[in-house]
């Protein structure tokens, strides 16, 4: 394994140890050193002397390295699966995603551009604008700690790929298999808290982000991604502009200093590095925002079919879904032991009611212990004690239905040109002996 040490230099020396309530009082905030460390890495990796170290962008895996088949690892990150090197994503394998809460270092990295570099969270100023927006207005981010309520919501994100691999014909993007998805806790204040602050004039409609990450083209007049959701989902009670995950620093590459959390809606709402919220009179219309990017068909379509740009609707929230994290597919288990599945599941804006099991290809399901969720948008997790009856091949199958009486479909659910919301249940694979 490469270890590719120091690109990903969080605020604080030690990732442990950089925690957010320590910002106002850190003599020295530059990342310089941080960055030179990080260049010292990638020189040693690439084996020779780095010309323009200062374009060297943050986040860059040597691409000396990435067509090999050596496993990577991301500073902060721990066991990810690389998907792309530029821009940089990276899922996390099922096993992996096994806690109740996810830990910063098993979040998953979903970049359309290049990352900024060399952050100050001090300098930092977000700005609230827009054609809706009664005044403009600026905070810094010590301005939004004391001047609204701090909270900490779990919440899910998800990218509205995940699971894009599975589409048959094949969709192109990342292909994502089933780890673009996690539930960390999220530290920040209520979105509605600081639009109200700077005023919504009455026919606003939607509310975007502008981030501070550059285009892969390397052309500073192009912008990588700029979306946003319709004013109801801004105004929900759990939607956030969070500073930290699990109570430390955001990780570099997942938004830090700032960035906002719609929880169940597809992870592209969701802006990293955000410096901008505009408030629209209309839908926005930024990149990324335009068909056919994260729309689906607006009417079911037959697999392969070409889909015009006027026929994609906007997907909203995501649907529900489910995930074995424990054991890994593949294990062997004694046919004398019981075995107790864990895993979580999650839909959109609503909840889990009954996540149902089966040994047998679907033929019986027994219903699976559920927790209440940790608070509203978070995942649920759920326990399941089995006993095989014989030695042999099993397939284990997972199947959540909502609050609103959704299921999981059994088979990949409707085709759809970008490959999004694939919500298949999960099927995981146990050798009994
Ligand atoms: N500024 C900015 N925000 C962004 C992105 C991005 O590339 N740039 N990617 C989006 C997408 S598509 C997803 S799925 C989530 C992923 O969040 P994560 O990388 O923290 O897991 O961030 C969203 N926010
Ligand atoms: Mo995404």
């Given at each position: 394994?490469?270890?590719?040490r120091g ?6 020396d030690?990732?442990d ?16 050193r941080?960055?030179v460390?990080?260049?010292g ?19 860059l895996i ?5 067509n ?22 990276a ?6 995603l096994n ?72 969709v ?5 298999t089933?780890?673009?998805?996690g ?19 009455e ?5 975007a ?30 939607s956030?502009i969070?500073w930290?995950?699990?109570?430390h620093?955001l990780h ?6 700032l960035?906002?959390v719609?929880?169940?809606w ?35 379509v ?7 740009d ?9 649907p ?19 075995l ?8 959109g ?43 042999g ?11 609103r ?6 088979v990949?659910p ?11 249940c999960?099927?995981?694979a146990?050798?009994?002996?």
């Open positions: 394994m490469k270890r590719v690109i990903h230099e969080f605020f604080a030690d990732p140890q950089a925690d957010w309530n320590t910002w106002g009082r850190r003599s020295d905030p530059t990342t310089r941080g960055f460390k990080g260049l890495a990638f020189t040693a990796l690439v084996g020779a002397r780095v010309v323009f170290p200062e374009q060297v962008p943050a986040g040597p691409a000396s390295l990435a090999s088949n050596d496993s990577f690892q991301i500073e902060g990150k721990d066991g990810l699966t690389l998907l792309n090197d530029r821009p940089l994503n899922e996390t394998p099922p096993h992996l806690d109740d809460i996810t830990p910063s270092n098993r979040l998953f990295i979903r970049n359309n551009g290049i990352p900024p570099k060399n952050v100050d969270p001090h300098g930092w100023t977000l700005t609230l604008n827009g054609e809706s927006a009664m005044q403009e207005k600026s905070y810094s981010i010590q301005d939004l700690r004391r001047k609204f309520e701090n909270i900490e919501r779990q919440l899910v994100m998800e990218c509205g790929g995940n699971g894009r691999s599975e589409f048959d014909p094949p192109s993007g990342n292909q994502w089933l780890g673009a998805v539930c960390p806790r999220w530290n920040g204040v209520r979105l509605k808290d600081v639009l109200a602050d700077c005023g919504l004039d026919n606003a409609v939607y509310v982000f502008h981030g501070a990450d550059t285009h892969i083209s390397g052309d500073a007049n192009r912008i990588p991604i700029s979306r946003g959701v319709p004013i109801s989902k801004a105004l929900d009670d759990e956030m969070a930290g995950m699990n109570g620093n570099e590459m997942n938004g830090h200093p960035r906002l719609f929880g169940g597809p992870g592209s709402t969701s802006g990293k590095w955000i410096n901008q919220i505009s408030i629209r009179d209309r839908i926005h219309d930024g990149p990324k925002m335009a068909s056919p990017s994260y729309r689906v068909p607006c009417e079911p037959a697999p392969g079919q070409t889909v015009d006027e026929d994609m609707c906007i997907i909203h929230e995501m529900v879904k489910s995930l074995i994290t424990y054991p890994q597919s593949g294990v062997t288990h004694k046919v004398s032991d019981s107790v599945l864990h895993g979580h599941a999650w839909s804006d609503t909840s889990i009611s009954k996540l149902r099991i089966s040994i047998d290809y679907g033929r019986t399901w027994e219903d699976s212990k559920l927790d209440s969720p940790k608070n509203r948008l978070a995942w649920q997790n759920f326990d399941h004690t089995l006993k095989f009856p014989t030695t091949y099993y397939e284990v199958w997972a199947c959540a239905e909502d609050a009486g959704h299921s999981q479909p059994m990949l409707s085709w759809n040109p970008k490959g999004y919301l694939n919500n298949a999960h099927r995981i146990i050798y009994v002996s």
